[in-house]
């Protein structure tokens, strides 16, 4: 059994990460995606702005540039870097370094909100440019391989499990705002997602593949009639009376460009306590890849080559956010995993298709603030089901761990708990005064890496799960892991078809295969034919399959005689290929054999 099919055996799984829907499916699909990171996305720029001096339109700009460089970025994930179907969007992991910068004595000293505004902007983006080129310096050189390569599923099961209960200070606190809307949000989401997903709506499975956009539109609409049936007054939480008036003084559009709050400032001050923020972040990062692979029916990334590509993409990512000014770095975003798992859709093609989506309504700039006039209840009773889905693929790569074993059990318990103790909602550093280690840059940095429960789990289990003696290899999972790091990810069928890059970028760059050079002492395998072949599955199959079909095709089997012809639907590459006509209606599409089963 593959990887896909073993996600799929359970029925849940629809559209694995090379899977391509319908175009007019995958818009939906894709912007449903990003709805359920758009409180996320809102909130970074609402808690930031005003305290730097920002305008409410300033803060709109944010708001759209923010969604923009998410869009970008998200696209050169999918495209470039891990490959995987995932979200990128601000990270919460910077906002400490953030609003270090904010409180500097050189910024608080400008009088005029406008200009303490630009120059602190201008600090942050000169902050970030620096950092986005170290984790793109790290990723690309495959550094932090040497640390990943001693990771086993019991670490993993703690990072994850720690990003969705690190936020559930954010969830059911947002709910009592509104116990109306708040219950309703979660209510539906319940209802669509195991009630009624065999429910079809003239054939069509509505509520199986849009649990979340059906219960935001539902429980939005809600909110606007008891509004207007004066249930609630202006100023109540619940209410949305105004959200027309703010649309209405909105500018029609809005086009974020680099450098438009002007030209960066580079402080030490500033980019010392941005490289703690972004360690965290990139941690974070890694226990998302996992849980997506897993989620979405990809083989388990490679450590040092896969990883460190979409570490590398990130830094770009952090880069770019550097240069539009989105006020704070980039991350993949652990709620488009919750949404994967609620939606069984975990295609490629989908995430860009919203992606590029995004990037489009971000410069129409009354969409965008329509977008944050939504109910600030209603994302937390959404985020009540995402981060407990979250929390729940975490814990399910203990399959593949032996928890007879005492020394297990205590090494996920010890770090799952301080965790949250030290880093949690609640917990020590979420409630004590000021920097306990200083003042210095240094102390910035700790603070940082402390006060995120993702890197306090990281690294309590991975120093913990390394040295501790008392259990062998099979029984930490390491054994089920071994075929994803000594993987020949330049032949076998699975990997090429999903870690593989795109077009020529797959053979021209070789697909950095050097990087898995630093964990594995030696280069992979070249490919058997000799032709470095690009997976497939993105957007550009989605839009034009014959263009993006091409010569790759015969270049990549010219050498292999024992293609397996298959009939359309079989696979998702031939489905994809199929399903313009334009292309050619008699098209016979050959594809490489399933190879290697998964565990």
């Not at 539906?188 to 539109?217: A, E, H, M, Q, R």
């Not at 809005?254 to 703690?276: D, H, L, T």
Request: hydrophobic share 45%.
């Amino acid at each position: 059994m593959t990887y896909k099919e073993a996600a799929k055996a359970n029925g849940k799984l629809k559209y694995a990460v090379t899977d391509v829907p319908p175009i007019p499916l995958s818009i939906l699909l894709g912007v449903q995606h990003y709805l359920t990171m758009l409180g996320a996305t809102i909130l970074i720029p609402a808690l930031i702005c005003p305290a730097m001096g920002a305008t409410t339109e300033q803060t709109g700009q944010v708001i759209s540039t923010i969604f923009f460089v998410s869009g970008l970025n998200t696209l050169i994930q999918t495209s470039v870097g891990d490959r995987l179907p995932i979200v990128q969007g601000g990270s919460f992991s910077y906002l400490p370094a953030v609003f270090g910068i904010i409180a500097n004595p050189e910024l608080q000293s400008i009088t005029d909100d406008n200009e303490r505004f630009l120059a602190t902007m201008r600090v942050i983006q000169g902050a970030l440019i620096a950092v986005g080129l170290i984790q793109m310096t790290i990723g690309y050189t495959g550094v932090f391989s040497s640390v990943l390569r001693f990771i086993s599923p019991i670490t993993v099961t703690c990072v994850i499990v720690a990003i969705g209960l690190g936020l559930y200070g954010i969830a059911f606190n947002g709910v009592s705002q509104c116990w109306t809307l708040g219950l309703t949000m979660m209510g539906l989401t319940v209802l669509f997602c195991l009630y009624l997903p065999k429910v079809k709506i003239c054939g069509f499975p509505l509520f199986d593949l849009f649990p979340i956009l059906l219960s935001i539109i539902l429980t939005w609409s809600l909110a606007g009639i008891l509004t207007a049936a004066g249930v609630w007054g202006e100023d109540d939480l619940c209410s949305t009376a105004s959200t027309m008036e703010i649309v209405q003084s909105a500018d029609w559009f809005f086009f974020p460009y680099p450098f438009q709050f002007g030209k960066p400032v580079f402080r030490g001050y500033a980019i010392v306590p941005m490289i703690g923020s972004m360690l965290a972040a990139s941690i974070e990062s890694v226990g998302d890849y996992y849980s997506c692979a897993k989620i979405s029916g990809a083989p388990p990334p490679t450590t040092s080559g896969i990883i460190a590509r979409g570490l590398a993409a990130e830094g770009i990512g952090v880069l770019f956010s550097g240069l539009w000014g989105t006020g704070s770095g980039t991350t993949s975003y652990s709620e488009n995993i919750g949404a994967i798992g609620i939606t069984g859709v975990g295609s490629r093609a989908v995430v860009q298709c919203g992606a590029l989506t995004m990037m489009i309504v971000s410069i129409i700039a009354k969409f965008g603030v329509l977008l944050a006039t939504i109910p600030q209840p209603l994302v937390s009773g959404l985020y009540c089901v995402v981060f407990g889905v979250i929390v729940a693929v975490g814990l399910s790569n203990l399959q593949l761990v032996n928890l007879n074993n005492q020394r297990n059990l205590f090494v996920l318990g010890f770090a799952i708990f301080n965790s949250m103790s030290i880093a949690g909602p609640g917990g020590y550093f979420a409630t004590v005064e000021g920097n306990p280690f200083g003042t210095s840059n240094g102390a910035a940095i700790a603070l940082s890496i402390f006060s995120s429960p993702m890197i306090v789990a990281f690294i309590i289990s991975l120093t913990l799960d390394a040295t501790a003696g008392g259990a062998t290899p099979e029984e930490r999972g390491l054994s089920a892991w071994e075929g994803a790091n000594k993987a020949d990810v330049n032949n076998d069928p699975e990997y090429v078809e999903v870690y593989s890059l795109p077009l020529f970028f797959a053979k021209t760059f070789r697909n950095c295969a050097y990087l898995e050079y630093t964990s594995r002492g030696k280069m992979p395998n070249p490919p058997e034919n000799g032709v470095y072949q690009p997976s497939r599955g993105d957007l550009g199959d989605l839009c034009c399959p014959c263009l993006f079909r091409g010569d790759l095709d015969e270049e990549g089997n010219e050498n292999n005689e024992e293609s397996e012809k298959v009939e359309p639907g079989d696979s998702p590459i031939g489905n994809a290929m199929i399903r313009s006509t334009a292309c050619n209606d008699d098209l016979d599409v050959e594809v490489a054999s399933d190879g290697e089963k998964a565990d």
